[in-house]
Nanobody, 123 residues
Framework: QVQLVESGGGLVQAGGSLRLSCAASGNGAHLYTMRWYRQAPGKERQLVATITRSGSASYTDSVKGRFTVSRDDAKNTIYLQMDNLKPEDTDVYYC?????????????????WGQGTQVTVSS
């Protein structure tokens, strides 16, 4: 069973930085396209950044130039470096991904979510 575990959230002043991590556990897990989402209370979950298996990254407009998504496939981990944080970046951040697992019956790709990590940016 694959689990995604986020870490690195916290409280930071505006203009500061945080680095989120998302580690996938589970035997034989291979990360494909991975994503970071964020969600404020009462609002829809918003896609923030995507990174493909080849390392191609894309971002929502509001974080371009401030956030950087990366991955370390040897560690089955993705990261979100967040710089020049703004109060409007305050949200719960979730890791999501398409993960290949192998079994005696072959391979399958399923989507997984992490439990979320709170990011709070004070003004």
């Amino acid at each position: 069973q694959v689990q995604l575990v986020e870490s690195g959230g916290g409280l930071v002043q505006a203009g500061g930085s945080l680095r989120l991590s998302c580690a996938a556990s589970g035997n034989g897990a291979h990360l494909y396209t991975m994503r970071w989402y964020r969600q404020a209370p009462g609002k829809e979950r918003q896609l923030v950044a995507t990174i493909t298996r080849s390392g191609s990254a894309s971002y929502t407009d509001s974080v371009k130039g401030r956030f950087t998504v990366s991955r370390d496939d040897a560690k089955n981990t993705i990261y979100l470096q967040m710089d020049n944080l703004k109060p409007e970046d305050t949200d719960v951040y979730y890791c999501n991904g398409d993960i290949l697992t192998m079994s005696s019956g072959g391979g399958r790709i399923d989507g997984y979510w992490g439990q979320g990590t709170q990011v709070t940016v004070s003004s």
